[in-house]
T-cell receptor, first 115, second 115 residues
Framework: DTAVSQTPKYLVTQMGNDKSIKCEQN?????MYWYKQDSKKFLKIMFS???????INETVPNRFSPKSPDKAHLNLHINSLELGDSAVYFC??????????????FGEGSRLTVL | KQEVTQIPAALSVPEGENLVLNCSFT??????LQWFRQDPGKGLTSLLL?????REQTSGRLNASLDKSSGRSTLYIAASQPGDSATYLC??????????????FGKGTLLTVNP
């Protein structure tokens, strides 16, 4: 069973379109994250939710909107896609209390290409 | 603002060699430090998590140390194998509560182990 799963794995779309990436974790964690990995492979946090509450909201365009229907799911919706949005988007989860507090587990990534 | 640096950026070694990867961070007030490996086109796999109160963690041929006061961590890989070839990333978590849950990543060390 995949611990953190994201769909789709690949997404190719035109500029100006709206797209969503979904993420689910079956680890029972209370916190989920979206990270962006750019072409230089640098990973940067975008958002984090703890028990469905937004706790981290880095400086990203408001075209990016996360949604957490429950603590096992965190989806990312992107409006009016731009060329610069092309990247790999990683979902991750962690548990913020107990043994190994804060250890992050990542999904396989969703490679977004905007043409 | 926390900055994480990993040296070297790339390393190529013959199979069987022991090696050390370095990670340094500018703000020593960290909550924990985590080492990951990333294979090409894949997500990140957690290798070792060191809490701020710990000095080292071991898993198989891997040993990670943490010197919080000097802002350094090392990842030691014993008897390297071609399967160890990957990018190794170091990440630090600033503290507990709110936006401190985020990890700050280094840019990684690309390791190639030659048969």
């Amino acid at each position: 069973d995949t611990a953190v799963s994201q769909t789709p794995k690949y997404l190719v779309t035109q500029m100006g379109n709206d797209k969503s990436i979904k993420c689910e974790q079956n680890l029972g964690h209370d916190t989920m994250y979206w990270y962006k990995q750019d072409s230089k492979k640098f990973l940067k946090i975008m958002f984090s939710y703890n028990n469905k509450e937004l706790i981290i909201n880095e400086t990203v365009p408001n075209r990016f909107s996360p949604k957490s229907p429950d603590k096992a799911h965190l989806n990312l919706h992107i409006n009016s896609l731009e060329l610069g949005d092309s990247a790999v988007y990683f979902c991750a989860s962690s548990q913020l209390a107990g043994v190994n507090t804060g250890e992050l587990f990542f999904g396989e990534g969703s490679r977004l290409t905007v043409l | 603002k926390q900055e994480v640096t990993q040296i070297p950026a790339a390393l190529s070694v013959p199979e069987g060699e022991n090696l050390v990867l370095n990670c340094s961070f500018t703000d020593s007030a960290i909550y924990n430090l985590q080492w990951f490996r990333q294979d090409p086109g894949k997500g990140l796999t957690s290798l070792l998590l060191i809490q701020s109160s710990q000095r080292e963690q071991t898993s198989g041929r891997l040993n990670a140390s943490l010197d919080k006061s000097s802002g350094r961590s090392t990842l030691y890989i014993a008897a390297s194998q071609p399967g160890d070839s990957a990018t190794y990333l170091c990440a630090v978590r600033r503290g507990s509560g709110g936006s401190n849950y985020k990890l700050t990543f280094g840019k990684g060390t690309l390791l190639t182990v030659n048969p």
